[in-house]
């Protein structure tokens, strides 16, 4: 029984930053890999940033060098910090986590990332 619950979105102005959280309920739910996803209105579904299980990153070519992805594996959170945000930055972004047993992935229900110009 493992929820996810994302927090950190909201109106941030083009340049500034913004950090999400995607923590994981569960006293014995142990992360093992996580993706951050965005999806803007009548567009796709990306990839924005992964985390592998041996701690290894991936980022979309768009994001990268801005967006950071990281967990804490003791609050069973994992975060992506945006930096230098642009308007097409815009959309809502959702964890997706890999963990526990079994290896079971999870989504977390989303949030608003607004950047203006």
């Known amino acids: 029984q493992v929820q996810l619950v994302e927090s950190g979105g909201g109106l941030v102005q083009a340049g500034g930053s913004l950090r999400l959280s995607c923590a994981a309920s569960g006293s014995t739910f142990s992360i093992n890999a996580a993706n951050w996803y965005r999806q803007a209105p009548g567009k796709q579904r990306d990839l924005v940033a992964g985390?592998?299980?041996?701690?290894?990153?991936n980022y979309a070519d768009s994001v990268k060098g801005r967006f950071t992805i990281s967990r804490d594996n003791a609050k069973n959170t994992v975060y992506l910090q945006m930096n230098s945000l642009k308007p097409e930055d815009t959309a809502v972004y959702s964890c997706?986590?890999?963990?526990?047993?079994?290896?079971?992935?999870?989504w977390g229900q989303g949030t608003q990332v607004t950047v203006s110009s």
């Open positions: 997706r986590i890999w963990g526990g047993l079994y290896g079971h992935d999870y």
């Open positions: 985390l592998s299980s041996g701690g290894s990153t």
